[in-house]
Nanobody, 127 residues
Framework: HVQLVESGGGSVQAGGTLRLSCAAS???????????MAWFRQRPGQEREGLAV????????TYIDSVKGRFTISKDNIKNILYLQMNSLKPEDTAMYYC??????????????????WGQGTQVTVS
């Protein structure tokens, strides 16, 4: 079983930056090359949307258009942490942010919606 714990959310002014972290535990990371991991967000009154996805083995990253050039997904395989660097934040980025993981890999692009493991979320507020 995999546990994911997000951190790093908070309140920031428009134009500011935040870095979210997602610590993974509970399953051996020895085959992390198979993992697909992602960041999602859910804005008030809206459905959850995928923002960025990374294939831990090949390192391929995909993003939705609204965050391209502003957000960067990255990984620290030694610490088992997934990051989301968010720059040039806008009020419309206000949302609950979640990380997600699939140790089995599979289709690993930002259009993927289903993941078997999710974190509890961290709130980001941009004013």
């Amino acid at each position: 079983h995999v546990q994911l714990v997000e951190s790093g959310g908070g309140s920031v002014q428009a134009g500011g930056t935040l870095r979210l972290s997602c610590a993974a535990s509970g399953q051996s990371y020895s085959r992390y090359d198979d993992w697909c991991m992602a960041w999602f967000r859910q804005r008030p009154g809206q459905e959850r949307e995928g923002l960025a996805v990374i294939d831990l083995g090949g390192g391929a990253e995909t993003y939705i258009d609204s965050v391209k050039g502003r957000f960067t997904i990255s990984k620290d395989n030694i610490k088992n942490i997934l990051y989301l660097q968010m720059n040039s934040l806008k009020p419309e980025d206000t949302a609950m942010y979640y990380c997600a993981a699939d140790p089995g890999g599979g289709y690993c692009r930002v259009t993927r919606f289903y993941f078997p493991y999710w974190g509890q979320g961290t709130q980001v507020t941009v004013s």
